[in-house]
């Protein structure tokens, strides 16, 4: 299948188009089985669309106008070259309307469902180099092809709900886990979308250095790489129970992965065959893609994730988290094996919409 990428001159540097690609080719394993189950709740995604449109994503869009810099031919003319650069690597239509806003924080976001547009912040814009920025707004587009929105849309709604019922202990405790649940699937979210940066770029050394830069190196040449990388192994190979609890305590909040972390899982998928193997053309396709057909692999590979993750681990409530990601995928595809799929009358089960 490599004869069917297609190759396009930028710059000095010659970089593989994915035509038709799935998000599912770089979707990290739990991200999709969080995203194939939310997919498979019938009409969750289009009253979450409706809600959004009506009220944040309109509300946002018009803020963004009013108070930001749209990225254009002659505004910011080189993040417009990679904002159509990427969203042709990644076969995104329509290209998605990028935004520079001032704030000294180094961050980029995407919002809206029905029109998604990117937002990045004049701090990270400053920050990172050509190719650093070429690798934001690629991880950004990989956002609005996943559909990623809805985690966000989710958990705003839930947050905004979680406060209006502070007075309520119990109902508070319950949305309280409900969060920490999708902040862990947006983690691994934004590991996708790292995955989809890459394929933009196509340079994991540019990746490399825009997560150096954004864990905090002033100047990258003056980080040692291999010790820079030999953190996320300490970090990952703590063996004392009470560096696990603040571990756990450090990251249940928050919905994005830990700068160095997130560099190490980035080069390791970098150096995988799984990255290889889209570079030369082989990679699901939208057109022959089955979402809800491929629902109970997706939640088995969720699972499997976690538990390779505990292999690979040292951490000792690695194992904990192991168990539990392993049992409610394990759960969700028995639900799917018994309601999934229905006879037609010929011994053929055929998948449920």
């Known amino acids: 299948m490599a004869d069917q990428g297609r190759q396009v001159e930028q710059a000095d540097t010659a970089r593989m188009r994915f035509p038709g690609i799935s998000p599912r080719a770089y979707e990290h394993p739990v991200d999709r089985g969080a995203l194939a189950t939310l997919r498979m709740v019938p009409g969750f995604a289009e009253v979450l669309k409706v809600v959004s449109g009506l009220i944040s994503e309109r509300g946002e869009r018009l803020m963004a106008l009013g108070s930001a810099i749209r990225v254009g031919p002659k505004q910011y003319p080189e993040l417009d070259r990679f904002r159509r650069e990427c969203a042709e690597t990644l076969d995104v239509d329509p290209v998605p309307n990028v935004f ?71 109902s508070a405790l319950g949305l309280r886990a409900i969060l920490a649940a999708l902040n862990e699937w947006y983690r691994k979210a934004e590991l996708s979308c790292d995955r989809a940066g890459l394929l933009c770029g196509q340079d994991p050394a540019a990746a490399l250095r825009a997560h150096v830069l954004l864990a905090g190196g002033v100047d990258p040449a003056k980080v040692d790489i291999p010790s820079f990388l030999q953190q996320a192994e300490e970090y990952d190979s703590v063996d004392d129970i009470r560096d696990s ?5 450090n990251i249940q909040e928050m919905s994005h992965p830990l700068a160095v ?35 109970s692999g997706d939640v088995k590979s969720a699972a499997k994730s976690y ?47």
């Open 261 to 295: 972390v997130r560099a190490s899982q980035l080069q390791k998928w970098a150096a995988s065959e799984e990255y290889r193997a889209i570079l030369a053309g082989d990679y699901p396709r939208r057109d022959t893609d089955e979402p809800h057909g491929t629902w």
């Open 100 to 170: 520079v806003a001032r704030s000294p924080d180094a961050n980029a976001m995407t919002l809206g469902m029905d029109e998604p547009f990117i937002v990045l912040s004049t701090g990270l814009v400053e920050l990172l180099d050509a190719e650093g920025l070429r690798f934001a707004i690629g991880h950004e587009m990989g956002h609005v092809l996943s559909g990623h929105a809805v985690y966000r849309t989710m958990m705003r709604r839930l947050l905004s709900l979680q406060l209006s019922m502070s007075w309520m202990p119990v």
């Open 245 to 249: 609890v603040l571990k756990l305590r």
């Open 307 to 353: 538990k390779d993750s505990f292999s690979a681990s040292a951490d000792p409530l690695s194992k904990v988290f192991a168990d539990v990601g392993e049992a409610v995928s394990g759960a969700a595809g028995k639900v799917w094996g018994k309601f999934g799929n229905r006879d037609d009358g010929n011994g053929e089960g055929t998948t449920r919409p």
